[in-house]
């Protein structure tokens, strides 16, 4: 209460990106799962990444140690911008005390977090392209072959203007806004739960950590099928007028994937997807509150 809201946008920029560069090696395989077998039946297709440790290692063969960090850069420039504006928002809602009614706190994120991914959503869209790219013999989802970040953001530009910048916002705004919310409604009481039952001690980081990773399966299973769509949506090949060649929009995404793939087509890349919301959620919170106590 006693950090101004402008302040909140700064810490929260800078905690979310603290966060991030020791996130992203997951972000990278979580991206790789997602996008392979695109459009394709269960096992029709070649998997060069299986699960999560295996995908680690098939990255760092294809691309060497640095593999695991691509799209970090387009990555921190997200981090920054959907943190600073969620962080922001969410202390304007709670000096409103909106936060304090009913339901307050999970629309308020919920509403924060859509706003801070309208706004990171180029980022997002460079992050998934550079992420994606790697060796033909390896390689899954369309490769957009930039050259780096600034070479991504101006090939864009170039061919679809400013609107191509935003193109798969539809499927990266519910995606935080439904991340945001399911995990305000489940930290504190998983948290608390983990305290209750005398795991840890009650106000210490590991009791934080076990409650992000107990969160982490509702938000997980939540977020995922979004996640996916998001990927997707960003990944694709677009034509001369910047319409995708494989998906309409967000709701053309989820019936393709659910009657070309199957359901579990929607939860593809879960297994990374939760590894990295635990230590994501409790280091972004940390870095914040000790930034906050500085």
Known sequence: GSVPPAADLVLGATA???????????????TRLQLQGELQPPGTYPRPYRGVLR?????CRADGMRGLQKGLAAGLLYQGLMNG????CYS??????WTRDPGGTVAAGAVAGAGGAFVGSPAYLVKTHLQAQTLAAVAVGHQHNHESIFGAFESIYKQHGVVGLWRGVTGAVPRVAVGSAAQLATFTSAKD?????????EGSWAAVLAGGMVSGVA?????TPFDVVSTRLYNQPVDANGMGKLYR?????????????????????????YLRLGPHTVLSLFFWDELRKM
Request: hydrophobic share 50%; with cysteine.
């Open 16 to 30: 979310g990106c603290l966060a991030c560069v020791l996130t992203n090696p997951l972000e990278v395989v979580k």
């Open 55 to 59: 995908a680690m290692g098939a990255v």
């Open 85 to 88: 504006v969620r962080f922001y």
């Open 92 to 97: 304007l809602a709670e000096d409103a005390g």
């Open 193 to 201: 739960w983990v305290c209750e039952h005398q795991w840890f001690r």
């Open 219 to 223: 938000v997980a299973v939540t977020m």
């Open 249 to 273: 929009g967000f709701l053309d995404c989820i019936l393709q994937i659910s009657s070309r793939e199957g359901l579990l087509g929607l939860y593809k890349g879960i297994g990374a997807v």
